[in-house]
Nanobody
Framework: VQLQASGGGLVQPGGSLRLSCAASGGILSINLMGWYRQAPGKQRELVAGLTSSNSTNYADSVKGRFTISRDNAKNTGYLQMNSLKPEDTAVYYC??????????????WGQGTQVTVSS
């Protein structure tokens, strides 16, 4: 199983980006998907999470600006980020709890994608 994150980049304050996280390789289902971020000198933190029943949770700092979603047919998750602020600058990572062909559940991480918010 692999998670491929993409969509990061440089954006001006107030701008938008959409991150994608594509899962591949013998996946039966994705039970939980989350986006985390880690800024220089800080601990990795949960930004947004989405369960298989479409329940979401967000960090207080991104509520109302970020939206997590997924396309089950494509095994792909998304993080729509609007009204970006310089303090959103970080490496963003996706994480997924997936059920594989054996029926077991495993946690996987994608590689990070850099988001830089700067004028």
């Amino acid at each position: 199983v692999q998670l491929q994150a993409s969509g990061g980049g440089l954006v001006q304050p107030g701008g938008s980006l959409r991150l994608s996280c594509a899962a591949s390789g013998g996946i039966l289902s994705i039970n939980l998907m989350g986006w985390y971020r880690q800024a220089p000198g800080k601990q990795r933190e949960l930004v947004a999470g989405l369960t298989s029943s479409n329940s979401t949770n967000y960090a207080d700092s991104v509520k109302g600006r970020f939206t997590i979603s997924r396309d089950n047919a494509k095994n792909t998750g998304y993080l729509q980020m609007n009204s970006l602020k310089p303090e959103d600058t970080a490496v963003y990572y996706c994480n997924a709890i997936v059920v594989v062909g054996s029926g077991h559940e495993y946690s996987y991480w994608g590689q990070g994608t850099q988001v830089t918010v700067s004028s």
